[in-house]
């Protein structure tokens, strides 16, 4: 066994990478954002007084978190049609992969706010804030920078899952790796290089969210 | 329960600024107050003093509406706090109505409750702005005054994590009355603060009572302040009103056994 690195065939296909590394990003982004969103409704949803919405967004988020992504991401491409929901491989990718992490950060942003103490809810009701104010103004506010490091772990998590996008055809950077390799019969450099390219994004997200807690403590004024 | 006992209203001419009239309140099995009644005249200063475990933060507590009540109704200025009227009988209250009714009613707390994220104006500012609808350069202005009053003008830009206990409770006060109430409630104000700083709230505290025509209910650890400030103090035990009266006569010479222990070992300590 010999290790047989071509740096001509590395250099060759870099741009093809390179460009599927742009829809890596592209997926990660609106996947993470709309987690961000989604995983915010999940968690004040959970937390209302209609007994059969929290109890509905419960289940459905523990049946998230209990299914592998893949299959979410197979149930909604190939299932969807059957119920006459038809969405592009990229669509359907970014559906699943923003629902999966939305019950994943509902359950963050859920212990975030637990963690407001109650007298913040009674000082609001004190000065007879509305329920949607005290959230909006005074609990999620209080609530986000003890969250963010569990944020910031997700959008590496969700960075690092979107290979899984490559089963359903989406031309992410796996995807591409893929149809290198076996266009060429070498995949030695572009899967060494797949590997190279996500420790290069993971490594400085995973300090730039370090950063933005510090940032943020420090604008709110919270310790 | 037969609600028609409680009328609609309080009639003209017995309109004290709080009524309790048989509230009840229960914790599972274990009763906290039981049939309370207490009236509050407008402008009055009242104290409440007691054992822990008596139901004293309890009673304020009902009156900001922070605990639901199971038995009685509270009238705030004649109209009832607890309940609303609904095809002609009164009907425990809904989020509106609490919201209408609590407007009257403000609180300080022993832990002082301000928000972390604001600064001492901004946290001043939040209710009279969100909550009042007043502009911001209003709202300011309000703030920016009580602010001066209670002594806390400079660190009007500070976050709570830099000031006090002393200051951050003086703060509260001012975010308290920047919502105008008619009703203040002070709910051991200083038994959180470090003693050297107690001086600085009660100042205040007695600086409100002097000054301005609140009606105020307290309840609070400190008998020679009580003594002072207060109109009435009530001794509260066992979720009743043991014994109440003007300071004078029920520190100088309290009628119950039960008022004279507490009195008594409420001095020792000190």
């Known amino acids: 066994m010999s290790f047989d690195w071509r740096w001509d065939f590395a250099w060759e296909i870099l741009p093809r990478l390179l460009a599927a590394t742009l829809n890596t990003l592209i997926a990660a982004g609106i996947g993470y954002a709309i987690a961000l969103v989604l995983g915010l409704v999940f968690a004040l949803a959970q937390r209302t007084d209609y007994k059969i919405l929290t109890f509905t967004t419960r289940e ?3 049946f998230i978190r209990s299914t ?6 197979f149930f909604i491409f190939y299932v969807g049609p059957q119920f006459g929901i038809r969405l592009s491989p990229w669509m359907s990718g970014m559906i699943a992969i923003g629902l999966h992490y939305a019950a994943y950060l509902s359950e963050v942003y859920r212990a975030g706010i637990e963690a407001v103490p109650r007298g913040q809810w009674e000082a609001a009701r004190a000065i007879n804030m509305s329920t949607r104010d005290t959230y909006f103004r005074i609990i999620i506010p209080q609530a986000l920078p003890p969250s963010i490091a569990g944020m910031g772990n997700y959008l590496v998590g969700i960075l690092k899952d979107t290979p899984m996008l490559s089963v359903i055809g989406v031309a992410e950077l796996m995807h591409t790796a893929n149809s290198i390799g076996a266009e060429n019969y070498r995949f030695l450099e572009p899967f060494t290089m797949v590997g190279i390219i996500f420790l290069a994004i993971s490594l400085p997200v995973a300090g730039l969210v370090r950063l933005f807690e510090v940032w943020v403590r420090r604008k709110m004024g919270v310790r | 329960m037969d609600m028609s006992i409680y009328p609609l209203e309080l009639p003209e001419g017995d309109r004290p600024m709080v ?4 509230v009840t309140k229960r914790y599972g099995t274990l ?4 049939q309370l009644h207490l009236d509050i005249a407008a402008g009055e200063m009242v104290s409440v003093i007691g054992p822990s475990g008596s139901g004293k933060t309890t009673v304020l507590r009902m009156l900001m509406t922070l605990e639901t009540i199971n038995g009685g109704v509270i009238y705030v200025d004649g109209q009832p706090l607890t309940h609303m009227e609904k095809g002609g009988v009164l009907v425990p209250a809904d989020e509106r109505h609490l919201r209408k009714m609590r407007a009257s009613i403000g609180m300080c707390f022993q832990h002082f409750n301000l928000f972390p994220h604001m600064t001492a104006l901004q946290n001043c500012m939040e209710g009279p702005v969100q909550v009042l609808g007043l502009s911001r350069d209003e709202a300011r202005a309000r703030s920016e005054e009580l602010l001066s009053l209670v002594g806390m003008i400079e660190k009007k830009d500070q976050h709570p994590s830099r000031l006090s206990g002393g200051q951050q409770q003086r703060v509260a006060i001012a975010r308290a009355l920047a919502m105008r109430p008619k009703v203040m409630l002070f709910d051991e104000v200083t038994s959180a603060l470090d003693p050297e700083v107690i001086g600085e709230v ?3 505290i007695r600086q409100l009572v002097a000054e301005h025509n609140l009606t105020m209910l307290m309840v609070t650890h400190q008998m020679g302040f009580a003594r002072d400030i207060s109109d009435r103090i009530c001794f509260f ?3 009743k009103i043991e014994e109440q009266g003007a300071p004078a006569d029920l520190f100088g010479d309290p009628q119950r056994d039960r008022t004279r222990q507490f009195l008594s070992a409420v001095k020792e300590a000190h």
């Open chain 2, 19 to 22: 009524r309790f009239m048989n």
């Open chain 2, 31 to 34: 009763v906290v107050l039981d």
């Open chain 2, 202 to 204: 009660t100042t205040v």
């Open chain 2, 237 to 239: 035990f066992g979720g």
């Open chain 1, 60 to 62: 459905f988020v523990e």
């Open chain 1, 68 to 73: 592998p992504l893949v299959l979410q991401i």
